[in-house]
């Protein structure tokens, strides 16, 4: 029988026209504050020799055949942040990139395979540029989509408000009443596990014994600490771990913790930005760790692109963020899912079964 969900179908395409019309607003009013602060757009290869080095990041793997028929492995990248880096370093300065990126293992209301990333990035600056620039995009998103507010599942936030700006140990200790800063070792590493599962236990939260302190940190967050996030107005969680910030630069006056900072609305991430690592030889030692973590957990890994370390050290000091922009229009538009203003969505998998 044929799929009567399928977004072709006229009648389904005429209920998500006025949100996908919506998209191509918001998306020309967010080129227009870029190119007229002075950025350029770029346009990266989706084709890359690493697709990116996070521990849970799946990606989707591909081949290059030379003349001879010998195969080459390339992947779909999962951002398009290692190329962005090579730009700058090779001397752009303000750049950004409406990227179409690709991550496997992931499928829900808010995720979808292949989606698009907004990412953006400022030379000589640090993650409080970042800070600033999500604050004047989500005003002129909402205008472009004529929307008032953003919305989902029950929650709102306006998106014409002044984010709050909450450091993560101070979200742990509102929204989890959880003392997160004794469990963090002294140099952003040989993070307290066991403290930290023993307060999460404590408080309901479930853990494993072979959990990892990342591993039951993401869970609070997720579980007890996101869902409060970006209500009533948007949210600004800084100052992560250093663990949980692989490509970002620890604050100079506290290693414990990263220049990095999500924005939240209504619950949902909306970006990720932080003050970009420069040092080659502490990115290669980051990549490495997250690489065996992810052989032990998934028994597979990803190469390293040994070009990105060495732009690393040509690229001078930078802020770099990556906005989940149908995430954005999805809120703008009221949209159920993530799949209701993507033009062309993958069939679900129950809904590709005859």
Not at 104 to 109: A, G, I
Not at 329 to 353: K, N, Q
């Amino acid at each position: 029988m044929p799929n009567t969900t399928a977004w072709w179908r006229p009648h389904f395409h005429a209920d998500r026209r006025p949100l996908l019309l919506t998209r191509g607003r918001v998306k020309e009013a967010l080129r227009r504050l870029f190119v007229d602060e002075g950025f350029t757009e770029v346009e990266s290869g989706i084709l890359q020799v690493s697709p990116g080095n996070e521990t849970h990041l799946h990606a989707f793997a591909s081949a290059l055949l030379g003349a001879d028929g010998v195969p080459r492995p390339l992947y779909l990248h999962t951002s398009p942040e290692f190329a962005c880096k090579k730009l700058l370093a090779a001397g752009e300065t303000r750049i950004f990139d409406f990227a179409r990126v690709f991550r496997n293992r992931e499928r829900s209301d808010l995720h979808h395979p292949e989606f698009t990333m907004l990412e953006w990035y400022r030379a000589e600056t640090d993650y409080r540029a970042m800070m600033a620039d999500c604050a004047r995009l989500l005003p002129r998103a909402a205008e472009a989509a004529g929307a008032t507010r953003l919305a989902f599942r029950g929650r709102e936030a306006d998106p014409f408000a002044k984010p709050e700006e909450l450091t993560v140990v101070e979200a742990f200790a509102r929204h989890a009443d959880i003392d997160l800063a004794p469990t963090l070792g002294p140099d952003g590493a040989d993070n307290d596990r066991d403290r930290l599962a023993a307060l999460a236990g404590e408080r309901g939260i479930r853990t494993a014994t072979d959990d990892t302190w990342s591993d039951i940190f993401s869970r609070i967050l997720s579980e007890r600490i996101e869902p409060g996030l970006g209500c009533g107005r948007p949210t600004l969680l800084t100052d992560y771990p250093a663990s949980e910030a692989a490509l970002a630069r620890r604050k100079p006056d506290d290693p414990r913790l990263a220049e990095r900072f999500e924005l939240y609305a209504c619950g949902v991430e909306l970006a990720n930005a932080f003050s970009e690592l420069t040092d080659p030889h502490e990115q290669r030692r980051r990549f490495e760790a997250d690489m065996a973590e992810k052989e032990r957990i998934y028994g597979e890994s990803y190469p390293i692109d040994e070009e990105f370390l060495a732009a690393l050290a040509l690229m001078p000091a930078a802020s770099g963020c990556a906005l989940g922009f149908d995430r954005l229009v999805m809120l703008l538009a009221g949209a159920r899912r993530i799949e209701d203003v993507i033009w062309t969505p993958m069939p679900r998998e129950e809904e590709s079964r005859p």
